[in-house]
């Protein structure tokens, strides 16, 4: 399962969600700093933040940043977060 979180609200429901599991988290630019980056993968979090802010209300741009997203985990449930 893959988690794609716009907003940080969204990104804090994704982290309670995929706690425990093999869920890889994409988060939009922005959203944590990278201290919190690096102690969200230490806690064992599949962690990968996009190196641009994408518009979570530009449903291109959403789309796009799907894409990258299915091309990086091919077959697996993509939960997108929607604003």
């Known amino acids: 399962m893959v988690l794609f979180a716009l907003t940080k609200q969204g990104l804090a429901e994704m982290l309670d969600l995929a706690r425990g599991g ?3 988290i994409w988060i939009n630019r ?3 700093d990278e201290p ?3 102690r969200i993968r230490a806690e064992g979090f599949d962690l990968t933040d996009f ?3 994408i518009d979570p ?3 291109v741009a959403v789309a796009e940043a799907v894409e ?3 091309e ?3 077959g697996q449930v993509l939960y997108i ?3």
């Open 22 to 24: 093999k869920t890889a």
């Open 30 to 32: 922005g959203l944590l």
């Open 81 to 83: 977060e929607r604003v």
């Open 36 to 38: 919190d980056i690096k």
């Open 57 to 59: 209300v530009n449903e």
């Open 72 to 74: 990086h985990h091919p």
């Open 51 to 53: 190196v641009h802010w």
């Open 68 to 70: 990258t997203i299915k």
